[in-house]
């Protein structure tokens, strides 16, 4: 498991609440930004920063040092679509004694942004993306959260990598918010054909760690909804029709 550093200064710009939230990270399916190779060993945060916003980076000890990088006034963080590394877990949850159909989404980088506050509060990035695309911040699993219009996941089964499932999310602009393998059960299926929806969440969920393990990925997911690190929203779903 790879171990993180952050310098004195990174530490400083941070502050507690930021130092907080970055320990709370997983960097299992994490990704060097300097080699594009995956994380192990020992790990340094890098932060790049111009003062209106920080963006929170990982690369190998080998591949530079943990610091804060100055950047010019134009940088901005990119929208998901823009080429985000992501996994997308399915499963089947109760919400409220009714099983639901279920994708989470993570970011491979873990990037986040944090705020110029005093508690220096850190945010996932695309999580503060889908909150202005209309998704909420979920802190419960009671009940699914309200829909999101235009947002549409394109189930391809049997049609993604070496024969797995594919998925495709399109935002309202026709955006590929995520694109790639997803394992969808029988059951998942059936309840996706059934309401025509499924539950999009998005966050620092850790589910990378604790694949085929239903209780403790469920355990996990309600305890970052709780954290406040969790974002949702009902989206459509379905095959696309049959050639013909």
């Known amino acids: 498991m790879p171990d993180l ?24 399916d994490g990704e060097c930004v300097a080699c594009r190779q995956r994380l192990t060993g020992t790990v340094n ?11 929170v980076v990982y690369v190998h ?3 530079g040092p943990s610091e804060v990088i100055a950047m010019g006034p134009d940088f901005a963080p990119a929208a998901p679509a823009d080429g985000y590394a992501m996994t997308m877990t399915a499963a089947v949850l109760d919400h409220g004694g009714a099983d639901l159909p279920v994708l989470v989404a993570e970011t491979v980088g873990k990037a986040y942004v944090i705020s110029d506050s005093p508690t220096g509060e850190l945010t ?3 999580a503060s993306h889908l909150l202005s695309q209309g998704f909420h911040l979920v802190n419960r699993l009671r009940q699914a959260p309200p829909p999101v219009p235009e947002w549409v996941g394109v189930l391809l089964p049997g ?13 309202p602009d026709g955006g590929r918010f995520f694109t790639g393998s997803v394992e969808l059960s029988q059951g998942w299926l059936q309840l996706a054909a059934r309401y025509r929806w499924a539950v999009l969440y998005c966050g620092n969920v850790g589910l990378a760690e604790l694949r085929h393990d239903d209780k403790a990925a469920t355990k996990a997911l309600r305890a970052a909804a709780q954290a ?3 974002v949702g929203a009902r989206i459509a ?3 696309p029709p049959a050639a013909g």
């Open 5 to 28: 550093h952050m310098s004195a200064e990174v530490r400083e710009l941070l502050g507690p609440e930021g130092l907080a939230r970055a320990a709370e990270v997983s960097l299992t």
């Open 45 to 55: 945060m890098v932060v790049r920063t111009n003062g209106s916003f920080t963006h």
């Open 61 to 63: 000890d080998r591949c």
């Open 124 to 126: 996932n990035v695309v």
């Open 159 to 171: 049609q993604g990598p070496d024969g797995s499932d594919g998925l495709l999310i399109l935002d």
């Open 228 to 230: 406040g690190q969790l």
């Open 237 to 239: 779903v379905g095959t």
